[in-house]
């Protein structure tokens, strides 16, 4: 089983709103990402956790806010974001961060809109 | 940090035709991806390889690490091969490992 799980799909939010974006792998992997991919463009990356600490922070804006609660679960946090927010959010994970042991593997997504 | 360019940016094919994507990197890296994304969004992994040659049915993929580039061959392309093929590169920091996208290609399969 090679499957990332992301929910929603689709999620329309006010700037004035709070909500989750959540992530799961039941791969065994130790490292799992945050993606944010704007149209046309590729992904870029805004977080990355290692066994469950924050190893990577792309100096990501403080209204996007990571939780890693256990090694098998990821959430994005999201309060009073902007219109240009408004994107594909993809989580990822692969076995380690080592470096050999780098494959990732991405959820489908979620399609952000801010309005 | 690490420039990782891909060619051609757009690419048409008739069904049938054979494809040559290719990726090229600026440093050494410690692997190399290829993804497909579908038009749901949705990043499928074509191939894990730092090095060497793969092939899985009409795809295959060759990475020359000490030159510094990947290719991706497409054989008797098919509509459902469209959508916007990705290299992606792994590098290691301080801080741990990215994975760093090319710009990718479109690529179109006309009937």
């Known amino acids: 089983d090679t499957e990332v799980t992301q929910t929603p799909k689709h999620l329309v939010m006010g700037m004035t709103n709070k909500k989750s974006l959540k992530c799961e792998q039941h791969m065994g992997h130790r490292a799992m990402y945050w993606y944010k991919q704007k149209a046309k463009k590729p992904p870029e990356l805004m977080f990355v956790y290692s066994y469950e600490k924050l190893s990577i922070n792309e100096s990501v804006p403080s209204r996007f806010s990571p939780e890693c609660p256990n090694s098998s679960l990821l959430n994005l946090h999201l309060h009073a974001l902007q219109p240009e927010d408004s994107a594909l959010y993809l989580c990822a994970s692969s076995p380690t961060m080592a470096r050999r042991d780098t494959e990732a593997f991405f959820g489908q997504g979620t399609r952000l809109t801010v309005v | 940090g690490i420039q990782v360019e891909q060619s051609p940016p757009d690419l048409i094919l008739q069904e049938g035709a054979n494809s040559t994507l290719r990726c090229n990197f600026s440093?050494?890296?410690?692997?190399l991806q290829w993804f497909h994304q579908n038009p749901w969004g949705q990043l499928i992994n074509l191939f894990y390889?730092?090095?060497g040659t793969k092939q899985n049915g009409r795809l295959s993929a060759t990475t020359v690490a000490t030159e510094r580039y990947s290719l991706l061959y497409i054989s008797s392309s098919q509509t459902t091969d469209s959508g916007v093929y990705f290299c992606?590169?792994?590098?290691?920091?301080?801080?741990?490992?990215?994975?760093?996208f090319g710009e990718g290609t479109q690529l179109t399969v006309n009937p």
């Open positions: 440093d050494s890296v410690n692997n």
């Open positions: 390889i730092p090095s």
């Open positions: 992606a590169v792994v590098i290691r920091g301080t801080s741990g490992s990215r994975l760093t």
